[in-house]
């Protein structure tokens, strides 16, 4: 019989804790004070599509499930955008994204919008002495002023500020051009096929949604009518590059192959990820194998997909032994939205789960939903599982990573940016004293001390047509209290007009 028995496996906690002590408990230490870092940060994914948010939906999503049960879970933390490219022009740099000309919805041949020698959260952690790796969705515009060199080496993007590593795409699933970036060039380019890419005007003799919609294999309810890849017509014109061209089926699997990857390479560096999934971006799209399982239709599958992703990537992090060791955060870039342009019957399937949970409005709306986000922080053996209420917004990571790393930051690069380290970790139940949120549509904002939220007179647009969203907008101010009205139905600005001035001037004073 050996001495511990039948059961003892190299992953056993006594086989480790030997190993440990045999490798020496200097490397083990010096791995403990960096806690690895990843961030998974969904596309479009609203606070109630996640069953830990909001139980009482019925999808599951088992693995994002199990992983709350060992996490922070965030009532109140906010992304700072009801699109896309601000949320990650804030989480990234630490400055409302409203402060920056340029930074809303970016096509796909825009050029970066955060150049050389800003200070980011790669390169923070880069300081700190970490590997740090994008994959997934970038949307922050590559290339310098004359924008990317797609046949070449592009200039301006990831490896420029602060990532070591990087396997995007440029902008979003629904948006030329459809291929992998690694390292600051496309992957499996064709010299002989040179890409080019142009949002104003036809290129090249390939089919569009617009003159040959019987090659779609999905519809089209809105927009999206350029050239047509892989059977699915996006936003801009593109020729050249076949054989760089992604499928959209197995994206999810390729950018979970990518981060797994970069993790088992890394195991034995700190390291940040920042992984950032296209689902549930359109054109939603998943693997076959998840197809049909939702019963709610490609944004249903999507959402699985999405859950298959963070399963995988956890379990790399068990397998490589880093799952003590390494803080993960899970939120999403804004809220979510049924119909964004591709007839996937996102509509007609919904039934009765709601992707906002309690909130108003959705992706592009100052309402809740267009920026209360699910927020999920695991650091085992250091932050107690549970939930909590503190106000934070993505803007903080930046800040709070600094703090949590012992670095310094330069505040006139993230004028936002708070250290809200003892809030993430559970330390602190209240956050911030307030934060403010945004949507291009109409330059809106409002501002929220987690109780009252104020949203500033706008005479934009209140209900986008397309999308079936309300904005928020109003011509009246309006002030909620989100404790008890979270579904912005009574506005109390009439009753309560001193709150609305000091609301108003501290929202203009910002
Ligand atoms: C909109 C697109 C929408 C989506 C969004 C960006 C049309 C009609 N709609 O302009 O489909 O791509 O931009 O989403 O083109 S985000 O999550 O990347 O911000
Ligand atoms: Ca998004």
Known sequence: MPPFGHSMRMS???????????????????????????????????????????????????????????????????????????????LLTG????????????????????????????????????????????????????????????????????????FIMAATGDRVPTVYVENSRVVNLDPQDPIQVNYKEKIGQEPTGRENPELLKMGLTHGHDFTIVNGISRIGYMSGGQQARWVDEDMADVFTQKAIQFIEKNRQTPFLLFFATQDIHVPRAPHARFVGKSGMGPRGDALLEFDWSVGAILEALQKNGLDQNTIVLLSSDNGPVIDDGYADQAEELLKDHRPAGPFRGGKYSIFEAGTRVPLLLRYPQKVEPGMSNALISQVDFLASFAAMLGQNIDPSQAPDSQNQWPALTGKDKKGRAHLITHTQVGNMKAITNGTWKYIAPSDANPFLKNTKTETGASPQAQLYHLLRDPAEKNNLAAQHPKKVIRFSRLLASQ
């Open 12 to 90: 056993s906690p006594v086989f480790q804790i030997l190993l440990c002590w045999g490798l020496g408990w200097a490397s083990l230490g010096a791995q403990s004070t960096k806690p690895n870092v990843v961030i998974i940060y969904a596309d479009d994914i609203g606070y109630g599509d996640l069953h830990c948010f909001h139980p009482s939906n019925r999808l599951k999503t088992p693995n994002v499930d199990q992983l709350a049960t060992q996490s922070l879970r965030f009532t109140k933390a906010y992304c700072t955008g009801a699109t896309c490219t601000p949320s990650r022009y804030s």
């Open 95 to 166: 400055e409302y994204a409203w402060r920056k000309n340029g930074t809303g919805i970016l096509p796909g041949d825009a050029s970066a919008v955060i150049r050389s020698g800003r200070q980011t959260l790669g390169s923070l952690f880069q300081s700190a002495g970490y590997q740090t790796a994008v994959v997934g969705k970038w949307h922050l515009g590559l290339g310098d002023d004359q924008g990317a060199n797609w046949n070449g080496f592009i200039q301006e993007s990831p490896q420029h500020i602060g990532f070591h590593y990087s």
